[in-house]
């Protein structure tokens, strides 16, 4: 049975690409943690607030049923999500910059907060694609784009609340990011600056190189500005390291007139969803060890 989006569409030709399911929702989490009513609310609101990369991984296999599933997987997809959102909603409890005051109201169900997680999201794919892959021509990323805005209208958005065209977002995210209102909690510091791999979380991930090398990819991946407000300090050495990191996995999806001894496509395409699976499963037997993924961060909401 056929999903949402076909086979040859942007969206799913883009998000099979494992370089990009693996990093793309930890580059999202760490810029989208700067808008405080997206962090706030989904922080206040979950089951997993003891369990962050389970809770990441989660929401990619969620997001991924919808990109690459059936319609069937697809809309089991959105109606979980729909019954988590109609109770996500409350009030920011602390001050959390001029455009944020305490007091300020949320809810999932907003359309300009649907559209914003649908633009951390799709920013992030359309990054990692160019940074680990190849970049994308200006009918790709129009492509990409329209098929973003038809995957957040499945999960409620309303179409008025994007831009129309991707130039038009790219406008107005890129003025968003170097505008006044992004704001970094003092929680919302924290987790994302375990997500960026700036600190390493209280249970191995996965192999130690593997997990230091995603780390310094979505480092890299960045805006300066915020890496800036983390405190995340990023030297030549940074760059350099991070720049031949993602040159050795561009060349991997390269076509190479050389014969290699393994065939590599199995590994660098298809779903992600078993590579979220190990994470959660690690981070559960951890907390059965008694470990705390992030043991600075608080478990209860504020």
Do not use: C
Not at 28 to 46: D, F, M, Q, S
């Amino acid at each position: 049975m056929s999903g949402y989006f076909a086979p040859d569409s942007m969206i799913v030709r883009v998000m099979s690409k494992r370089a990009v399911g693996y990093t793309y929702g930890l580059r999202a989490l760490v810029i989208g943690a700067v808008h405080p009513k997206l962090y706030v609310g989904t922080a206040a609101n979950t089951a997993h607030r003891d369990t962050p990369y389970t809770r990441l991984a989660l929401t990619g296999r969620l997001f991924e049923a919808v990109f690459m599933g059936t319609k069937d997987e697809a809309d089991r997809a959105l109606e979980f999500t729909r019954r988590k959102h109609v109770r996500v909603n409350g009030r920011l409890p602390e001050h959390a910059g001029p455009a944020n005051p305490a007091g300020a109201s949320y809810s999932a169900l907003d359309p300009d907060l649907m559209f914003m997680t649908m633009a951390f999201t799709f920013d992030s794919a359309e990054f990692m694609h160019d940074a680990l892959v190849r970049r994308l021509s200006a009918g790709e990323r129009e492509a990409l784009w329209q098929d973003y805005v038809r995957w957040a209208e499945l999960f409620g958005m309303p179409r008025a609340a994007a831009p129309a065209s991707y130039p038009e977002f790219r406008a107005y995210f890129d003025g968003y990011l170097h505008s006044g209102e992004p704001y970094l909690t003092d929680e919302a510091r924290l987790v994302g600056t375990y997500l960026a791999g700036a600190k390493e979380p209280g249970f191995p991930i996965g192999p130690k190189f593997a997990s230091d090398e995603v780390g310094r990819i979505v480092r890299g991946s960045l805006p300066g500005r915020i890496r800036e407000m983390y405190g995340i300090r990023w030297s030549m050495r940074d760059e350099l390291r991070y720049r031949a990191v993602t040159a050795g996995v561009r060349a991997a999806h390269t076509r190479s007139p050389v014969r290699l001894p393994v065939d590599l496509a199995p590994v660098l395409n298809g779903r992600s969803a078993l590579g979220y699976k190990q994470v959660a499963d690690a981070e559960h037997a951890a907390l059965r060890r008694g470990e705390r993924s992030m043991p600075d961060v608080p478990v209860e909401s504020p």
